[in-house]
């Protein structure tokens, strides 16, 4: 089991930023960042593996959000950079402990942060 716990949401303005933590219980195979928004399925944002720091995101973010981790503390980041209007939802972290090619696949998932960007 991986307890993950998200902080850093909340509101900004468009063309602000916001960087989100999620704090991992235990070391993963990888981590990532997902968001929904009401009568939408979860949405892929960004992946990133533990151990090489290989990553991926999705199209609509690529340029304006980085992933990292800081492998000695479990954590992981997204820092949100130009966000958008569209960007408005809540974010969750995700982590997986055993192997998988792909980043956007997890085991484990957070309870959820909101973001709010307004014009």
């Known amino acids: 089991q991986v307890q993950l716990v998200e902080s850093g949401g909340g509101s900004a303005q468009a063309g602000d930023s916001l960087r989100l933590s999620c704090d991992a219980s235990?070391?993963?195979?990888?981590m990532g960042w997902f968001r929904q928004t009401p009568g939408k399925g979860r949405e892929f944002v960004a992946g990133?593996?533990?151990?090489?720091?290989?990553?991926d995101y999705a199209d609509s973010v690529k340029g304006r959000f980085t992933i990292a981790r800081a492998g000695a503390k479990n954590t992981l980041y997204l820092q949100m950079n130009s966000l958008k209007l569209e960007d408005t939802a809540v974010y969750y972290c995700?982590?997986?402990?055993?192997?998988?090619?792909?980043?956007?696949?997890?085991?484990?998932w957070g309870q959820g942060t909101e973001v709010t960007v307004s014009s």
């Open positions: 990133i593996r533990w151990n090489d720091e290989r990553t």
């Open positions: 235990r070391r993963p195979f990888s």
């Open positions: 995700a982590a997986r402990r055993t192997y998988s090619s792909d980043l956007t696949m997890y085991d484990y």
